[in-house]
């Protein structure tokens, strides 16, 4: 046995005190009584054989020494050790997506924690506790504690995950903390049945899970509309479902359908819709299952993710304005050339028929039919020339040109003229050509952003604005002057976010389902972000005159989480475990308080006679 607190014994002092004062002690109250009464006492006393009132006096100081010794016990702490008594625990908790089902009311992520903390407040004191989780990531969350309410309270503040973690990493981690404490108890946490375990006990906290999903889908446009395909599974038994489809984020769906699900195979659907466009459709199985992650699936359509407003300064701009229109991937604001003043937060300016006194700095910039050398840009003009042959689209094999081509259909058309504009050796990229000379070409201007000339004006080539090449080709380059802030916009829980960072951007947040804000880094020309969490992600950017880009994306739970009862072949820690223990520490003063509360209560018992005696 040892003590805490010594000193506590300096209590023991009070017991020369309470002798003192037992022997200086008044035994005598007085009382004013009739005469005859002292007569009858004086009869009662001398009848007595034993005086008891003495007795008690001594019995009084005896339980008021014992009260100072257990009070002096107390205050020194003692502590007793018990070889062998207490264990080394390592605790190896799975908080991957499946651990998210709800069973009886809690999620088997909440029935793990609990368990943790059972075999936690019934170990004894002395024992240590090391807490391996296989969450977003795998991490020995603590080590070695011996505090038991500082291994509940790191237990607690544990969040929950969602990607396909595996328990490999933790098996590695476990294998090393074993390998140095061959004697500890190891325990797995988890929802998945493994075949066979060695130095382990695996607590399994799966039951009888019910889950449904939509698995996938995708759409396409049609002549009447739209079609939405997918497939929608049951992973436990046969299921009848409602499949909702919601358009734009509307509370009311647009269309329901129901689904006839077998266990364990994947049900193809088709929705047949009218729509022409959308931003986002959401599927939903508007049943409840145990797992709510999965139930449903949202798309966004990447072109309005990747849209971008658009000045366009044109005194008619008829055609151009059309041909915008029919792309569909911008918002078009238009104002005439006396309107304009330097305007500023668009990520595309167009100026047709007019240039500027200088290039806007904040965005990507195309002039059409430029009729002189703008400020800033990257081409000179030259001179106004009839077209003597027909405009040809280039040839070359480069990426980029193939890419602004895509869909074109790549043939001669004729036009009245053109202007011919010098490039001075700049780094441009030409679409098509009229007499050997530029007539739509790329570039960056003198401010680093995107620039697109079109060296003819549009009202003098029928042939090329009627065409459906005109509305490809200016499709092709707003994806272009736009670059794809996001390249796709359906993920599984535990992907890379690509966010490619935009001339000008001034920040980059990325908002997650719960509210969790993120900031990736800007200096770079992609930044990654990882998706953790199962829902719709926000991303905004802040572009350099302080407007602000939203776009969304979607992480759904992964596959392999969404099996109620996955099987699992084998956990197994290698090596021969050892015995005996660590030392067990046994503090509790209950007991101690209990004896000290029943020498109190019959001192008080004795003094409550003394008094009753001297009446």
Request: proline letters at 3%; a negative charge.
């Amino acid at each position: 046995m040892r003590f805490l607190n010594p000193l506590g014994f300096l209590a023991l002092l009070g017991i020369p005190v309470l002798i003192l004062i037992y022997i200086i002690k008044n035994r005598y109250t007085e009382q004013t009584v009739a005469s005859t009464y002292l007569w009858t006492l004086s009869e009662k006393f001398l009848r007595r054989r034993v005086p008891i009132n003495r007795l008690t006096g001594i019995l009084s100081l005896i339980l008021q020494i014992l009260a100072v010794i257990l009070v002096a016990v107390i205050v020194s702490q003692p502590i007793i050790s018990v070889n062998g008594a207490a264990e080394a625990y390592c605790f190896i908790f799975d908080g991957s997506g499946s651990m998210s089902m709800t069973e009886g009311g809690s999620t088997r992520f909440d029935e793990g924690r609990e368990r943790i903390k059972e075999i936690i407040n019934g170990s004894v004191k002395g024992s240590t506790y090391t807490l391996i989780y296989a969450g977003g990531t795998t991490e020995t969350i603590f080590e070695d504690y011996t505090v038991k309410e500082r291994a509940i309270e790191a237990i607690d503040g544990l969040e929950r995950a969602y990607k396909d973690t595996g328990l490999s990493d933790a098996l590695t981690e476990a294998q090393k903390y074993f390998n140095q404490n061959p004697a500890a108890k190891t325990y797995l946490i988890t929802d998945k049945v493994y075949a066979q375990s060695q130095n382990v006990e695996i607590i399994n906290v799966n039951g009888e899970a019910e889950n449904f999903a939509v698995s996938s889908a995708e759409y396409a446009f049609t002549t009447g509309g739209m079609d939405i395909t997918g497939k929608a599974v049951s992973y436990t038994g046969a299921a009848e479902v409602t499949l909702e489809l919601r358009v734009n984020g509307e509370e009311e769906p647009l269309k329901t359908q129901k689904l006839s699900l077998a266990a364990g195979e994947e049900q193809d659907f088709t929705i047949e819709t009218d729509l022409s466009d959308f931003a986002s459709f959401e599927l939903k199985i508007a049943e409840q299952d145990d797992l709510a992650l999965d139930n449903s699936l949202t798309i966004y359509n990447i072109r309005h993710e990747n849209a971008s407003r658009t000045l366009l300064v044109s005194d008619g701009a008829i055609f151009l304005r059309s041909a915008l229109t029919a792309a569909g991937n911008t918002q078009v604001d238009r104002i005439s050339t006396e309107e304009y003043s330097g305007q500023t937060g668009y990520g595309l300016y167009i100026f047709e028929n007019f240039v500027p006194d200088s290039t806007p700095t904040d965005g990507s910039v195309w002039y059409v039919n430029p009729g002189e050398s703008p400020e800033g840009a990257n081409f000179s003009y030259q001179t106004e020339v009839e077209a003597r042959l027909p405009a040809a689209y280039s040839t070359s094999t480069k990426t980029a040109v193939r890419k602004v081509l895509s869909g074109v259909q790549e043939r001669e058309f004729l036009l009245k003229k053109y202007v011919k504009l010098g490039t001075g050796g700049g780094d441009f990229t030409v679409y098509a050509t009229c007499d050997g000379s530029p007539l739509i070409f790329s570039g960056a201007n003198a401010y680093g952003n995107r620039e697109v000339v079109f060296a003819f004006g549009l009202q003098d080539s029928a042939a090329f604005t009627l065409s459906l090449d005109c509305v490809t080709l200016i499709s092709n380059l707003l994806s272009y002057s736009f670059p794809e802030v996001v390249e796709q916009t359906s993920f599984m829980c535990g992907d890379m976010l690509q966010i490619n960072i935009l001339p000008g951007c001034k920040g980059v947040k990325v908002v997650s389902p719960s509210g969790k804000e993120s900031y990736p880094d800007i200096n770079t020309v992609v930044s990654e972000c990882e998706l953790t969490e199962v829902g719709a992600y926000k991303i905004y950017l802040t572009m350099g005159d302080g407007t602000e880009r939203g776009l969304n994306v979607f992480s759904a739970l992964p596959y392999a989480e969404r099996q109620p009862v996955s099987e699992e072949e084998s956990f197994v820690l290698s090596g021969q475990p050892a015995a005996g223990g660590l030392p067990g520490i046994y503090d509790d003063l209950l007991i101690i308080f209990i004896i000290l509360a029943v020498v109190v209560a019959v001192d008080f018992g004795v003094y409550c006679y003394e008094q009753y005696q001297l009446r």
